[in-house]
C-alpha cells in the first residue's frame, strides 16, 4: 500500500510540474522598455520605472499562452523592446485594446513565435 500510493503521490508531482513552468522570456534583467509605432518605427516611449518593469515581466513570465501562428490577426499598434543596458533581449507586441484569441485574453503577441500572452496591463504610454 505505501510503495501505490509513493507511486501516486510521485506521478501527481510529475505530471502538476508543468503548470508550474514558466515561459522563459528573460535570462537577463530587463533595464528599459521602448515602445515604437508599429507603422514608422519611431520611439513614442523609454520605461525605465523598476517597479513597473518587474511586474510586466513576471506577469509575461507566468502568463497562459495561446497559439497565434494559423489566425489572421490585425497588426499590433505598438512594438514594445525589452532592454537590458542598450541590448535588445525580446521584442513583442501590443495591441491598445485587449484581444482574445483561443480564450486567451491580452494585449501581448510574439509574432516571431506566433503566441499570444494573457496579459492586459496597459502600459505607460502618451497616445
Known amino acids: 500500500m505505501r510503495y501505490v500510493l509513493l507511486v501516486l503521490l510521485f506521478s501527481f508531482v510529475i505530471f502538476t510540474l508543468p503548470a508550474c513552468s514558466q515561459n522563459g522570456l528573460f535570462d537577463d534583467t530587463i533595464s528599459t522598455i521602448e515602445v515604437q509605432d508599429e507603422e514608422t518605427g519611431e520611439t513614442i516611449e523609454r520605461i525605465g520605472d523598476e517597479a513597473f518593469i518587474n511586474d510586466l515581466t513576471m506577469e509575461l513570465e507566468n502568463a497562459n499562452t495561446t497559439s497565434i501562428a494559423n489566425i489572421d490577426l490585425p497588426h499590433p499598434d505598438y512594438r514594445v523592446i525589452f ?16 484581444k482574445n484569441f483561443s480564450g486567451i ?14 496579459v492586459d496591463m496597459e502600459l505607460p504610454i502618451q497616445e
Open 83 to 98: 532592454l537590458n543596458e542598450d541590448n535588445p533581449i525580446l521584442e513583442l507586441g501590443y495591441y491598445l485594446e485587449d
Open 105 to 118: 485574453s491580452g494585449r501581448f503577441v510574439d509574432m516571431n513565435e506566433g503566441l499570444h500572452y494573457g
